[in-house]
């Protein structure tokens, strides 16, 4: 399994930025999808995760509201909107695959992709 990322980027606070992420090497069946940062201090926190084969979403209370998880046409690929970015989103994120329909956390995801910067000025 592979996972390919695009987007991020350095914004003003307020703004937005969509990161995508492409997975490769698998059929399409039930898995999830989490996307996670890293921030100083901490392992990576998780911002949003789907479930692949209902669309079901979670976010935490740090960024519900802001972020929107969502999957393409393409079943594979699967698109975070962060919108009224403030600067303690910024840092490195991942997004990660794991199989089954229940999101678990960094610890549980066993294919990543590479880290993308995300920069949000105040």
């Known amino acids: 399994v592979q996972l390919v990322k695009s987007g991020g980027g350095l914004v003003q606070a307020g703004g937005s930025l969509i990161l995508t992420c492409e997975a490769s090497?698998?059929?399409?069946?039930?898995?999830?999808i989490g996307w996670l940062r890293r921030v100083p201090g901490k392992d990576r926190e998780g911002v949003a995760c789907?479930?692949?084969?209902?669309?079901?979403?979670y976010y935490p209370d740090a960024v519900k509201d802001r972020f929107t998880v969502s999957t393409g046409d393409a079943k594979n690929t699967v698109s975070l909107q962060m919108t009224d970015l403030k600067p303690e989103d910024t840092g490195p994120y991942y997004c990660?695959?794991?199989?089954?329909?229940?999101?678990?956390?960094?610890?549980?995801?066993?294919?990543w992709g590479k880290g993308t910067p995300v920069t949000v000025s105040s």
């Open positions: 990660a695959l794991a199989w089954g329909a229940i999101c678990v956390g960094a610890g549980g995801m066993p294919y």
């Open positions: 789907i479930v692949t084969s209902n669309n079901k979403s």
């Open positions: 090497g698998t059929s399409y069946e039930s898995y999830i």
